[in-house]
């Protein structure tokens, strides 16, 4: 042992450990092995391991498999974690080993040498507490890793709901606020019947919505966990009610109805969950992208564009043009639906690639979803405090585009016919003039009642 490292053995042979790690060997293996993405383990997946493995100590000493002292060393490694000391310690990249091995080894190290040291004796002794031995006791990368992208994905969906949510009450709140906002529709990008900026703005919630739903509708799978399966789902080497006993645990650490799957081998062979999840999660990022398109459209101008909207501004949108102003926000959200839509592509491709008793593409896959969520989260929390709570309606804009626009001699069909109200629609869209102008000029209608009729197609769908 020098200053800098340590020297620790495994069933490779010896290998320098950095000497202040709270990590061992096969840890370090694998750091020098995977210098790949440059980033570690995400922050709810660590906790969530960490979890299992707490879980996992309580539930063999129930057993009687290990004994109180060890147990209360292990436990006691892992709250520690759990308030957020030693993070830093997990370093494995998120391109590594098939299924996990090295994160759950890295997991086994960390709490092994806490507990040890605890216990007075050193960082890389693994006396009396072994990382395989005893933090490891039951377990298998096989059941402990999917089940920790599970945990972490519960942890991170109450956030991702709630960005979701709170972006639907900002378009809602809009479209109460704008329910009698008369504008001109839109089909194929061109001129359609009367609507209301409120319909607009509250079907956009509306759908927002049904993607939290959606989100929300995935837990129950996710809780359904395979801890206890071991090694290929078969249970080797676990005590007792293991299953039982370590989900009531998890249970209990998160809040979660967790509970073990009627079938482990199945939840270690198919990752038909996560896939689910990710969909649900494609599918919002779907929706956000349309719609953030939509308010780009909108508030495009400001004098040669639609401009019936104004997002604020939150930076200077030009290195060169002086004044110029762009919708960042909803630009930043177009690009992290794109990511989203690319991790979920990532996650069909590995959901599919399992073979036999295990899906090897786990850490990768992990890794995916993670991002996807956070992202969204993020991207949504920001487009809704930046720019949809200070949305600004431009009425009078949309008041001139309603009375211009020659998709308003549709409300003509049931008093003239399709035919002579197309002949209308043509007029106003060669010569210029309003509908409600030529409707006058041919003594069907006066100004004053065309303008009440618009009113009540735009609101009510009454003509």
Not at 44 to 68: C, P, Q, S, T
Not at 200 to 210: H, V
Not at 214 to 243: V, W
Request: proline letters at 4%.
């Amino acid at each position: 042992m020098t200053d800098q490292y340590r020297i620790e053995k495994d069933s490779l042979g010896q290998f320098q450990v950095p000497a202040d790690a709270w990590y061992g060997i096969q840890t370090a293996r694998a750091v020098i092995n995977f210098p790949i993405s440059g980033r570690g383990p995400d922050r709810d997946f660590v906790l969530a391991h960490v979890r299992i493995k707490r879980a996992a100590a309580v539930a063999n000493r129930e057993a009687a498999w290990l004994d109180d002292k060890l147990c209360d060393a292990i436990v006691a490694a892992c709250d520690k974690i759990l308030g957020g000391e030693y993070l830093d310690q997990f370093v494995v990249d998120r391109f590594q080993a098939g299924a996990g091995t090295s994160h759950n080894m890295n997991s086994n190290e960390v709490i092994a040498n806490l507990a040890n040291v605890a216990l007075s004796g050193e960082k890389g002794v693994y006396r009396p507490v072994h990382p395989n031995d005893h933090v490891n006791m039951g377990q298998s990368t096989n059941d402990t890793i999917p089940t920790a992208i599970r945990l972490a994905a519960l942890a991170k969906l109450p956030r991702l709901i709630a960005a979701v949510k709170r972006m639907a009450d900002e378009y809602a709140r809009i479209g109460a606020e704008e329910v009698d906002t008369v504008k001109s529709g839109r089909t194929h990008l061109q001129d359609a019947v009367p609507t209301t900026l409120g319909r607009e703005f509250s079907a956009y919630a509306w759908t927002l919505r049904r993607c939290a739903q959606r989100l929300e509708e995935t837990r129950g799978a996710l809780c359904e966990i395979g801890l206890g399966g071991s090694a290929a789902g078969t249970g080797l080497n676990t005590s007792p009610n293991y299953p039982v006993n370590a989900a009531v645990e998890l249970a209990w650490l998160t809040g979660e109805p967790i509970h073990p799957a009627t079938d482990l081998a199945a939840q270690m062979q198919s990752t038909a969950d996560i896939q689910r999840l990710s969909s649900a999660i494609r599918d919002l990022a779907l929706e956000v992208t349309r719609i953030s398109n939509d308010l780009r459209l909108l508030a495009s101008g400001p004098r040669t564009g639609l401009g019936e909207i104004q997002l604020p501004p939150v930076q200077p949108g030009s290195s060169i043009m002086p004044g110029k102003v762009n919708p960042v926000m909803f630009e930043m959200l177009n690009q992290v639906c794109f990511q989203v839509l690319g991790q979920d592509a990532a996650i069909a491709y590995m959901t599919q690639a399992g073979q036999l008793e295990l899906n090897v593409m786990m850490p990768a896959m992990g890794s995916a979803l993670f991002d996807a969520m956070d992202w969204l989260t993020n991207g949504l929390n920001a487009a809704t405090e930046f720019n949809l709570q200070c949305l600004k309606v431009d009425r009078e804009r949309c008041k001139e585009f309603l009375h211009i626009s020659c998709g308003l001699a549709t409300l003509l069909n049931g008093q003239i016919g399709y035919a002579a109200a197309a002949e209308i629609a043509k007029e106003s869209e060669k010569s210029g003039k309003p509908v409600r102008d030529i409707v006058a000029a041919r003594g069907l209608m006066a100004v004053d009642a065309f303008d009440e009729l618009v009113l009540k197609a735009a609101r009510d769908g009454v003509v």
